[in-house]
C-alpha cells in the first residue's frame, strides 16, 4: 500500500498523485484516453469503477477483439468457459519466464446483458477471427463492427470446447455488475494449473461470468 512507502501526510499526498496520474481508469474518467470519451464510460451505478476499468486498461497489443487504446468486457456463458480462459492467459505470463509456481486467486463477476450482439457462432466467414495464435482478424473485425455502432459480439471459445464468450463493446450496456465466487489457481511446475473452488462458490447459471 502506499501508506507503507510514506514517511508523512505530505509524500503520501503526492504518492497518491502520482498514482493517479497514471490510473489508467481516472484518466479516462477525465476525458484524456484517446480510445473512449467520458461520455461513453459510466458512472453512480454499483460496480462503476470495475465496468471503467474495462475499458480503460487494454492490453498495449489489444485482446481479440479490441485494440490497444480501447478495452472491452469479456465474458463467457458459463463459468467452466471462464475458468479455462482465465487459465490460458495467466499461464502464458508464466511461459514468459519460463516458471510454473504461484498461486492466484480470482473473483467471478457477474453481468447481465438485454441488448442484441453480433453472434459469429456458426459462420465460416469469421473462422480467421478465432486462431488462437492471432487476433490480427479479429481486430479488424471489431474495429469496423465499433464504427458501425455494435454493443459488441458473442462467439465460440478458443480455449474451451463447445464454451461460448462474449466481447462487449460498449460500457453502458454491462448491466447490474456484481460479485460471484471466487477460484483459486496454482501453477506446481506445469503450465495446468490446479483450479478449486473458494469457500464462497456454489454453482450459478445463465449469466456471464467475466474473467
Known sequence: ?????????????????????????LRGERGLLPGI????????????????????YARPEGSRFNGPERGAWYCSLEIETALAEVSFHKT?????????????TYEALLADFTSEFHDLRGDARFARCFDPRSYVASQRLAEKLLEASSVGVI?????????????????????????????????????????????????????????
Open 1 to 25: 500500500m502506499l501508506a507503507d512507502l510514506a514517511e508523512d501526510q505530505a509524500t503520501l499526498g503526492d504518492l497518491f498523485d502520482l498514482d493517479n496520474a497514471t490510473n489508467e481508469r
Open 37 to 56: 470519451g467520458m461520455d461513453e464510460l459510466v458512472f453512480g451505478v454499483p460496480n462503476f469503477r470495475i465496468i471503467n476499468a474495462a475499458f480503460t
Open 92 to 104: 502464458v505470463e508464466y511461459q514468459e519466464i519460463g516458471r510454473y509456481d504461484d498461486t492466484v
Open 155 to 211: 462467439y465460440p471459445s478458443v480455449r474451451s470446447k463447445a464454451g461460448t464468450n462474449l466481447a462487449c463493446f460498449r460500457p453502458a450496456v454491462v448491466g447490474n455488475v456484481r460479485r460471484g465466487d471466487t477460484w483459486r489457481f496454482t501453477w506446481t511446475g506445469t503450465e495446468t494449473p490446479r483450479v478449486e473452488a473458494g469457500k464462497s462458490a456454489a454453482k450459478r447459471g445463465g449469466k456471464p461470468q467475466r474473467r
